[in-house]
């Protein structure tokens, strides 16, 4: 079946950095554009990044740019988020997702990790 987990969140201090890793499972992971959405309690999901299948194109929400680098190794089933010049408001649950083919990068997800905490404060 499909699995995906996530870890290497933290809590951290503002200006540092983390790597989340997400570890696929159960399907033809170089097949499939591969996202990551953060959800904080009480709010909306909120789209991250996005990748496609050899990593050739990549998508950022607007105020992570120059701050986060979505990765993949598709030898390893395994995507990244390098996440750098971390904030206050980076804050947040943190879940990799696999995009439904033909949907939305943003917001068409079939599967998800159980999200793993990013927590920045000083």
């Known amino acids: 079946q499909v699995q995906l987990v996530e870890s290497g969140g933290g809590l951290v201090q503002p200006g540092d950095s983390l790597r989340l890793s997400c570890a696929a499972s159960?399907?033809?992971?170089?097949?499939?554009?591969m996202s990551w959405f953060r959800q904080a309690p009480g709010k909306e999901r909120d789209f991250v990044a996005s990748?496609?299948?050899?990593?050739?194109?990549?998508y950022y929400q607007d105020s992570v740019k120059g701050r986060f680098t979505i990765s993949r190794d598709n030898d390893r089933d395994t995507m990244y988020l390098q996440m750098n010049s971390l904030r206050p408001e980076d804050s947040s649950v943190y879940f990799c997702?696999?995009?439904?083919?033909?949907?939305?990068?943003?917001?068409?997800?079939?599967?998800w990790g159980q999200g793993t905490q990013v927590t920045v404060s000083s």
């Open positions: 997702a696999r995009v439904i083919p033909g949907g939305s990068y943003v917001r068409d997800f079939d599967y």
């Open positions: 159960g399907f033809n992971f170089s097949t499939y554009y």
């Open positions: 990748i496609r299948w050899s990593g050739e194109r990549r």
